[in-house]
């Protein structure tokens, strides 16, 4: 079994074969589908070849379902935010930035933060929590 990806607002599965679906809105409010890895690390992304955006875009992400933005402004307006349960069951929250070309992801749970990417300090401090 394979981790599932949730919507925070709604629970239902963001995950379909091989990636994560998400709508998606420009800058300058063009919208599309992204699909993203469920790997965490990895950041591929595919998306429409009309549904273009430049890097230091920042694109808003919502769940495909509910319609409601993952934009985790809680912590920074730039993160979205979903939860990933792992193939043991085990529920964490997952921060990615919305931000093309600023690879950085975290994965919470326990009060821990796990960063991943090359720009992933970035936002480690908006967690107010340990890094490991």
């Given at each position: 079994m394979k981790s599932n990806y949730l919507c925070p607002h709604c629970r239902g599965y963001l995950n379909v074969g091989e990636n994560i679906?998400?709508?998606?809105?420009t800058k300058t409010h063009k919208r599309g589908l992204v699909l993203l890895s469920p790997?965490?690390?990895?950041?591929?992304v595919i998306n429409h070849v009309d549904f273009k955006f430049e890097q230091g875009d920042l694109i808003s992400f919502y769940c495909p379902i509910c319609n409601i933005s993952l934009e985790a402004s809680q912590v920074n307006k730039n993160l979205a935010n979903v939860i990933m349960i792992d193939?043991?069951?085990k529920e964490y929250e997952v921060?990615?930035?919305g931000i093309v070309g600023e690879r950085c992801t975290y994965k919470i749970t326990d009060k821990k933060v796990e960063a991943f990417g090359d720009k992933s300090s970035q936002y480690i401090n908006f967690f107010n929590l340990s890094a490991r």
């Amino acid at each position: 079994m394979k981790s599932n990806y949730l919507c925070p607002h709604c629970r239902g599965y963001l995950n379909v074969g091989e990636n994560i679906i998400f709508a998606a809105k420009t800058k300058t409010h063009k919208r599309g589908l992204v699909l993203l890895s469920p790997k965490i690390g990895d950041y591929s992304v595919i998306n429409h070849v009309d549904f273009k955006f430049e890097q230091g875009d920042l694109i808003s992400f919502y769940c495909p379902i509910c319609n409601i933005s993952l934009e985790a402004s809680q912590v920074n307006k730039n993160l979205a935010n979903v939860i990933m349960i792992d193939e043991a069951g085990k529920e964490y929250e997952v921060f990615f930035s919305g931000i093309v070309g600023e690879r950085c992801t975290y994965k919470i749970t326990d009060k821990k933060v796990e960063a991943f990417g090359d720009k992933s300090s970035q936002y480690i401090n908006f967690f107010n929590l340990s890094a490991r």
